[in-house]
């Protein structure tokens, strides 16, 4: 290795290394308030290492509202988005892609195209059809709108553009239908961006406050960011409160990442392929 390189080598990695520690100081302000009493707070100095951690603000959270049922009801929310999503769209990226019909490259370009449109802009049809059909304070109100959702269908076109077609001539001649080729062997072939697309859907919906908010107006229903919300009050907030909701609501999706990690850098590249 020539000195040159050596020092380049060297410069990239101090620069990442400080550019993740960076990025890690508010998660660790976070982590350190959450441990400090409501007196410790705004000490100064700053205690990046509490003199006295204790858990009250953990005990707080779950004695303030019923905040186990509130990450149940975002758990069932996310689990159920993610699978829909990954389901409706994995259907029509493969229909867009190994099933050729009249006006399928056009239908996709449309489809793409309302990528552009702002969430805001649909925000109000969309509540008032699921006020015509009922479906206000249900559920399924902030589970459905998962069926529409361009940009997963866009990462899985890239995906199984990339799959030769020796594929499904080799299961037809096993005697396997259209369903069974999207399943046994569509599916399996796009792991990776399935593994991304359920991550990044995943923590859309777990992170998720406005729809919830608008869509479920039972505080039994109520969501994980909307019972965070609760915690900020208008004249005081009790900080290392907040801080420990957040820290717990940060659990499932570290969990999931981790587990889906390895897919996940191949997934975001196999979406960068053109066809």
């Not at 109000?124 to 959702?149: C, D, E, K, W």
């Not at 900020?232 to 717990?248: K, R």
Request: overall charge positive.
């Amino acid at each position: 290795m020539t000195r040159k390189r050596f020092f380049g080598t060297a410069f990239y990695y101090a620069a990442a290394i400080l550019l993740a520690l960076i990025a890690l100081v508010p998660f660790a302000w976070m982590i350190s308030t959450s441990f400090k009493s409501r007196g410790a707070l705004m000490s100064i100095p700053i205690e990046w290492i509490p003199e006295e951690p204790t858990l009250d603000a953990y005990f707080t959270v779950f004695e303030r509202f019923p905040f186990l049922r509130a990450i149940g009801n975002s758990l069932l929310i996310a689990v159920c988005y993610t699978l829909l999503t990954l389901v409706s769209a994995s259907m029509a990226a493969f229909a867009f892609t190994k099933i050729q019909f009249k006006g399928s490259g056009f239908l996709l370009g449309l489809y793409l195209a309302t990528m552009m449109i702002p969430t805001q802009v649909t925000m109000i049809p969309l509540f008032v059809v699921m006020n015509q059909i009922g479906l206000i304070n249900h559920y399924s109100s902030v589970i459905l709108p998962a069926i529409f959702r361009p940009f997963a269908v866009f990462l899985l076109v890239q995906q199984m553009r990339t799959i030769p077609p020796d594929y499904m001539d080799a299961a037809r001649i096993d005697g396997a239908g259209v369903w069974r080729i999207w399943r046994q062997v569509m599916l399996p072939l796009c792991a990776p961006s399935l593994a991304t697309l359920a991550v990044t859907n995943f923590m859309d919906s777990w992170n998720d406050y406005l729809w919830p908010l608008l869509m479920l107006t039972d505080k039994a229903k109520m969501t994980l960011p909307i019972a965070l919300s609760t915690l900020n009050g208008q004249y005081d907030t009790e900080y290392n409160v907040m801080m420990a909701g957040s820290l717990i609501s940060m659990i499932p999706i570290i969990l999931i990442y981790i587990f889906a990690q390895k897919y996940f850098k191949h997934g975001l590249m196999a979406g960068g392929v053109k066809g």
